[in-house]
Every structure is written in structure tokens, then in C-alpha cells.
């Protein structure tokens, strides 16, 4: 099916601009692991990063008068480099459709195609979120195609955490577990998590389902007033209380869900917990084949990030809505994130 590219009623520079302010003003909550993995725009189609030694100091050692100075050791830097995986979407505007535009006017067949550039552009947004969770729970992303022409039939980026950063509680979060300590868990967590990076995690993400557990643990609960008053329930101030009082990360819940092939589909496990630092990585926006197009419009440092544009198909005769982008979250500090599975 031959396509061209149209300008009959919205430009490619107009469909690229509401597209790339559909994912920015898209409504608070809906997809906010940015916060951990923020965008950039790179001028390239490569992702590329340098991952210098972790926060630890390697010191020297003391000397007798007259001896020789020790040689020191440089710490090595890691430099990781690969390429952005491309992602599209279209939408038809049919012939049914246009005949029943046709006696509108130029504003309503102009805001059809907004509603499409909208929907092609929150698509796009949607899966680099679920690739979001993925490296920050996983480290790794997996992509997998739309069907098998294109290939992609679960390739892995893989950022390489430590093994250690990845670990399941002996005792898991259920409130009918008495022997459940939260605690006492995420204490030795944050104790490996600094021996490794020499920093300290800042947030605990999790879900809504593993704070609710850590509501009603006893243990939990006691560590609020000792075996006094212990209350039947927290709540999310007194458990965030608890956990400052020992110098712990707070809680924060990511429960963002997706639409997959029809199915509701979770962005971040529900069992799990992610103590994460800044620094982790961002998601890097590349420029893609269609930015380049003269026909699309965009100047130099306009072209990285997703775009949009009308193309025509004369048989049958269809306008089509396209987005695209060249894009993948980066994780540059894999050991920036320790991951533990809590619950069944």
C-alpha cells in the first residue's frame, strides 16, 4: 500500500508539536516514572553513556619515613552504547468517515485528526512507560513486536545490575505473617545499597497492594507506639512516620496501568518494592527517518522526539494519522536501584 504525505489539513510541524504537548500535559499520575528516568532529546538514533565508579572513595594506606609513595589505582569507567529501538502508530480516517466530514467544517475534520495525532501519541507514550518499569524493576528492557515481520520477538537491553540488588524477603509482607518485618528488611537493603553505590536510596516505589500490607503488619503497626496502643490499622502519614524514624526511604506508589492488545496490563509489578536513588538514567528521545523528511518542517533541534504526520492512501482512498519515535529508557546507574520481591 503506497502512502504520501499530506498538508491538506493539519502540517506535520503542527501534528509533531501537539503530539510531543499530548504526552507533556498528559494528566498527573498517569505515567510518572519520568521522575526516576527523565526524557532528553539526543540528536542521533544511538543511545551512548558513561558509567564512571561508585560513590565509594578508594583511600590510600600510611608509610614508614623514607619509604616509597603507594601507587594508586585508577577506577575504571564503563561506557555503554546502543541503538534506540523505533516504535509508530497510525490510525485510519476511512471513507465512512470523511463522507460523513465532508459537510462539516475545516475545524471538525482538523479536530479529528488532533483526536488521532492525540490517541497515536499517548500510544507511543503508554509502552515507553511499561519499558519505564521494566528497567527500573528489571534493569533490562524487553522489546517485542507487533507481529513476526517485524522481527522483534523479545529482544533485552540488559543495563546489568548487581545480583545482589535483586533479592526476594525470606519473610514476605502479609499481614497473617507475624513474622514479617518489613523493618528490619528494607534497613538491610538500604545497608547493601550503600555499600555498594556510597549514597543512600531516597524512595521506596511500590503499589498500592504492598502499602496496604505494611498498614496492617503487625510489626508494623507495633513500631508506631511500642506494644501500647497498638492500632488496628495505619495510616499512609503514620507509615511514612515509622519508616523516617529509622532513616528509611518513604513509600511512594506507582499503580499505572495500560491498555495491551486489549488487556489491562500493570506498568510496575504488584509485588515488588524498588528502592531507587537519583541518577538512575533518563529516556532518550532520538530523531527518526520522518523528522528528516523537508516535508515535515522541523528544524535543526526540532527534529529529536516523536512526530506526526497525515499521509493518503488512494486504494481505498484513506487518510491516515502517523506518530513515531526512536526511544528507550537508559539506565546508566543500574546499582541505583535494588528490587525486592515482598509478596506472593
Do not use: C
Not at 267 to 296: D, F, I, S
Not at 339 to 344: E, P, R, S
Request: proline share 6%; glycine share 10%; net charge negative.
Amino acid at each position: 500500500m503506497a502512502f504520501s504525505l499530506i498538508h491538506d489539513y493539519v502540517t506535520p510541524a503542527e501534528a509533531s508539536g501537539y503530539a510531543r504537548a499530548s504526552i507533556a500535559n498528559r494528566p498527573e499520575n498517569t505515567f510518572d516514572l519520568g521522575r526516576f528516568l527523565p526524557d532528553e532529546l539526543v540528536d542521533d538514533i544511538d543511545y551512548s553513556f558513561s558509567r564512571g565508579p561508585n560513590g565509594l572513595v578508594e583511600v590510600s594506606e600510611f608509610r614508614t619515613y623514607d619509604a616509597e609513595a603507594r601507587v594508586g589505582r585508577r577506577r575504571g569507567i564503563t561506557k555503554g552504547k546502543g541503538s534506540l529501538p523505533p516504535i509508530s502508530e497510525k490510525l485510519p480516517l476511512g471513507e465512512e468517515m470523511t463522507l460523513r466530514l465532508r459537510n462539516a467544517d475545516l475545524g471538525s475534520y482538523r479536530d479529528q485528526i488532533f483526536n488521532d495525532v492525540e490517541t497515536t501519541a499517548l500510544a507511543i507514550a503508554g509502552r515507553v512507560e511499561i519499558a519505564k518499569g521494566e528497567a527500573i524493576f528489571n534493569a533490562k528492557v524487553t522489546l517485542v513486536g507487533a507481529g513476526d515481520e517485524d522481527g522483534l520477538k523479545g529482544i533485552d537491553i540488559d543495563y546489568g545490575r548487581n545480583p545482589a540488588h535483586t533479592v526476594t524477603t525470606t519473610e514476605l509482607w502479609d499481614p497473617t505473617n507475624a513474622d514479617a518485618d518489613p523493618i528490619t528488611d528494607i534497613g538491610n537493603w538500604v545497608e547493601t545499597f550503600y555499600n555498594t553505590n556510597g549514597v543512600y536510596p531516597t524512595v521506596l516505589l511500590t503499589s498500592r497492594k504492598v502499602r496496604s500490607n505494611l498498614l496492617r503488619i503487625q510489626k508494623m503497626r507495633t513500631a508506631l507506639n511500642g506494644s501500647a496502643n497498638v492500632p488496628d490499622l495505619l495510616t499512609i502519614s503514620q507509615l511514612n512516620e515509622i519508616l523516617q524514624g529509622f532513616d528509611l526511604p518513604g513509600v511512594e506508589v506507582n499503580d499505572a496501568s495500560v491498555l495491551r492488545n486489549g488487556s489491562a496490563v500493570r506498568v510496575t509489578p504488584q509485588n515488588k518494592v524498588a528502592l531507587l536513588a537519583p541518577g538512575l538514567g533518563n529516556t532518550q528521545w532520538g530523531v527518526t527517518r520522518e523528522a528528516l523528511e523537508p516535508g515535515y518542517g522541523l528544524a535543526n533541534g526540532e527534529q529529536a522526539g516523536i512526530v506526526s504526520g497525515n499521509y493518503r492512501s488512494e486504494d481505498p482512498i484513506v487518510t491516515w494519522t502517523k506518530s513515531s519515535a526512536i526511544v528507550a529508557p537508559v539506565v546508566k546507574n543500574p546499582d541505583y536501584s535494588f528490587v525486592a520481591t515482598v509478596t506472593a
